[in-house]
């Protein structure tokens, strides 16, 4: 079995979005005591390759990522964690708000790329959680005008409550690519100057590399083909750059902050949750894979 770059060998334990309480800690660790309540950031890259030292440690080869392979993932009563990567969780904020950090990161991620500002418009391509968490962030960030994209009008809808300026339905056929970014530049009503592509197919990214503005950015976020046929060419000679975005950096005490605060709520991301025993595991996986009005489905163990 196959996941991107990774490469499952053996059975393994999934999960890389969490929070917990303190049980332990070891007898070097000052920051934290038994009974603090922390989000855990999911990757221990090796602190000694050059990303690391850059200060991009999400590019880091040696990464350790919960639920990658072959590092076994969260989803169970107890794990290890090396103290640095736990960020303890005011007391407005719950544990279940923590374990959105790790999602949430990627669209701060994202936008910190991007460099989301008060005048900047942008096009969410994806309503799936990930599309989700970036109109959030780009809200916190201050985008004036968010304009977001799916082919399931139930997203849609969702999105709009959150918040998008405005919600336009596409579909799946790449023949109607040159018709719908007509109607999206027409719902932007301006130049659209950040296109978030959170899905990563060939229709998907060509649509973002077509509306957005010449000198404007393109961000790749979902990364669901591994190759991808997209007009480059047209793009580069308007000089649109395209970013690639991996994971996350330094983003946990952000998004911790944007929770404390209230400029970012997660709460109605979360809309079904199930406790640990072997049939609400297998209820819970079954309602994440139907859709519909799942978006993030939540195991309180």
Known sequence: MRCANFIVKKPMVIGHECAGIIEEVGTEVKSLVVGDRVALEPGISCGRCRHCKDGRYNLCPEMKFFGSPPTNGSLANKVVHPAHLCYKLPENVSLEEGAMCEPLS??????????INPETNILIIGSGPIGLVTLLAARAFGAPRIVITDVDECRLSIAKMLGASEVVQVSTDVQLVDEEVARIQNAMGCDIDVSFDCVGYDKTM?????????????????????????PLTPAAARETDVIGIFRYRNTYPLCIDFLQTGKIDVKPLITHRFGFSQEEIEQAFETSAGGGNAIKVMFNL
């Open 106 to 115: 990627v669209g701060v991620h994202a936008c910190r790329r991007a460099n």
């Open 206 to 230: 060509t649509t973002a590399l077509n509306a957005t503005r010449a000198g404007g950015k393109v961000c790749l976020i979902g990364l669901a083909l591994s190759k991808m046929t997209v």
